[in-house]
């Protein structure tokens, strides 16, 4: 049977290997893990990415409404329009 991701295809070296811009925004309330230590091992893996935990939002808040909204909203236009040039 063959592998779903070969060993030298492993997730974390593929992040390693990116070479474009990328934003991650973590949930600091959510549930499904751990915001501080996922933002961790972003900065570990990917240190060109920029990383913030929006610490009141969760994950079902995050993209509708709540009181990080406009925080959300101007990290996602900063990272836009520092990605355009």
Do not use: C, K, W
């Amino acid at each position: 049977m063959s592998e779903v991701v070969p060993a030298e295809l492993s997730p974390s070296s593929v992040v390693r290997g990116l070479g474009v811009p990328a934003l991650v925004l973590l949930a600091g309330q959510g549930r499904a893990q751990d915001a501080t230590r996922v933002a961790a091992a972003v900065n570990r893996l990917l240190p060109q990415a920029g990383t913030a935990v929006l610490r009141g939002a969760s994950h079902h808040a995050l993209p509708l409404y709540g009181p990080v909204t406009a925080e959300l909203n101007r990290r996602i236009e900063e990272f836009l329009d520092a990605a355009a040039g």
